[in-house]
């Protein structure tokens, strides 16, 4: 077995066929299944099953596919350290769902620092995605939310990865309106009187459940829902179609990512805690460090 058949399983499983996966790896259809072939024989167990609708994993072959996600994340993660052009850089990772905070505190230890030659990444993206990069160190650090929606499964998840959870903040539950909006002056607003709006959420439709959704409300009915993976896509279409969102899709406590939009208390409550998360047992960078220390000034949990 080698990170090149790895990698090719990897690339099966996520295409819609083998001709697919084939053209997307530059390689030959009759080579790439022929390498898989070996490598199940090696394994002593098929990793796809064959029909002629095509091709599906076995229930080994997913639970192969489970680790060996896991075996070429720390590959790329060592090749892109120790092999690439510049392994001579000083380098640090954050991964974070959609919060103001965790971008401030990433340039301020940017600014502060100053290194001389450096490859620094900031990964905007679904709370998943969060837990996986610093459960497979792509992340150091990792800004995550939960509401009491959700908070019995996240804190699973995170005994699961061996997380360590610091709470920064809570914050309540407010809708987010374009300045127009016929209820933008409003101090406080229920969900059932913006049921004609749409509501615009971030999408996590890598997730088959709603309890790794970001936003409060989570499990709320909405009427008219439109999931949107682009900050700047949600902000047109709620500006457009006068619609709204709820909790941290937009803002970051009480600062707007864009001037014009207001944010409206809700009478329902559903406070969201947001905090960081670390690897248990692992040794921070003084990016690491300096970086939760700039979090820890908007620390309001004692």
Same mark, same amino acid.
């Given at each position: 077995?080698?990170?090149?058949?790895?990698?090719?399983?990897?690339?099966?499983?996520?295409?819609?066929?083998?001709?697919?996966?084939?053209?997307?790896?530059?390689?030959?259809?009759?080579?790439?299944?022929?390498?898989?072939?070996?490598?199940?024989?090696?394994?002593?167990?098929?990793?796809?099953?064959?029909?002629?609708?095509?091709?599906?994993?076995?229930?080994?072959?997913?639970?192969?596919?489970?680790?060996?996600?896991?075996?070429?994340?720390?590959?790329?993660?060592?090749?892109?350290?120790?092999?690439?052009?510049?392994?001579?850089?000083?380098?640090?990772?954050?991964?974070?769902?959609?919060?103001?905070?965790?971008?401030?505190?990433?340039?301020?230890?940017?600014?502060?620092?100053?290194?001389?030659?450096?490859?620094?990444?900031?990964?905007?993206?679904?709370?998943?995605?969060?837990?996986?990069?610093?459960?497979?160190?792509?992340?150091?650090?990792?800004?995550?939310?939960?509401?009491?929606?959700?908070?019995?499964?996240? &804190? *699973? =998840?995170? %005994?699961?990865?061996?997380? #360590?959870? $610091?709470?920064?903040? /809570?914050?309540?539950?407010?809708? +987010?309106?374009?300045?127009?909006?016929?209820?933008?002056?409003?101090?406080?607003?229920?969900?059932?009187?913006?049921?004609?709006?749409?509501?615009?959420?971030?999408?996590?439709?890598?997730?088959?459940?709603?309890?790794?959704?970001?936003?409060?409300?989570?499990?709320?009915?909405? &009427? *008219? =829902?439109? %999931?949107?993976?682009?900050? #700047?896509? $949600?902000?047109?279409? /709620?500006?457009?179609?006068?619609? +709204?969102?709820?909790?941290?899709?937009?803002?970051?406590?009480?600062?707007?990512?864009?001037?014009?939009?207001?944010?409206?208390?809700?009478?329902?409550?559903?406070?969201?805690?947001?905090?960081?998360?670390?690897?248990?047992?692992?040794?921070?960078?003084?990016?690491?460090?300096?970086?939760?220390?700039?979090?820890?000034?908007?620390?309001?949990?004692?």
């Amino acid at each position: 077995m080698n990170i090149t058949q790895i990698k090719y399983v990897l690339a099966v499983a996520s295409s819609s066929s083998m001709r697919e996966a084939a053209s997307g790896l530059y390689v030959s259809q009759p080579a790439l299944s022929a390498s898989i072939a070996e490598l199940e024989d090696e394994l002593g167990f098929l990793i796809f099953e064959r029909t002629n609708k095509g091709m599906s994993l076995t229930d080994a072959g997913r639970e192969f596919v489970t680790y060996a996600k896991k075996a070429v994340g720390q590959y790329e993660i060592l090749e892109d350290r120790y092999l690439s052009k510049d392994s001579d850089k000083e380098r640090f990772s954050v991964s974070a769902q959609h919060y103001n905070v965790a971008i401030k505190a990433f340039a301020d230890v940017i600014r502060k620092a100053d290194p001389e030659k450096y490859v620094f990444s900031i990964h905007e993206t679904k709370t998943r995605n969060v837990l996986e990069d610093v459960r497979d160190m792509k992340s150091e650090v990792g800004i995550i939310s939960f509401s009491g929606a959700n908070e019995g499964v996240i &804190k *699973k =998840l995170f %005994k699961e990865y061996q997380l #360590a959870f $610091t709470p920064l903040m /809570i914050r309540e539950t407010y809708a +987010y309106v374009w300045k127009n909006h016929k209820f933008a002056k409003r101090k406080e607003i229920s969900i059932e009187e913006l049921q004609d709006y749409p509501c615009v959420a971030f999408d996590q439709s890598d997730d088959s459940n709603f309890y790794l959704n970001e936003e409060a409300m989570a499990d709320y009915d909405f &009427k *008219k =829902l439109i %999931k949107s993976d682009d900050r #700047a896509t $949600t902000m047109e279409i /709620i500006s457009k179609l006068h619609g +709204y969102s709820i909790g941290s899709g937009m803002l970051a406590g009480d600062d707007a990512i864009l001037k014009g939009f207001v944010s409206i208390k809700l009478k329902e409550e559903d406070p969201l805690v947001i905090g960081y998360i670390t690897r248990k047992g692992s040794t921070l960078s003084e990016y690491g460090k300096a970086y939760i220390k700039e979090l820890n000034k908007y620390k309001e949990i004692k």
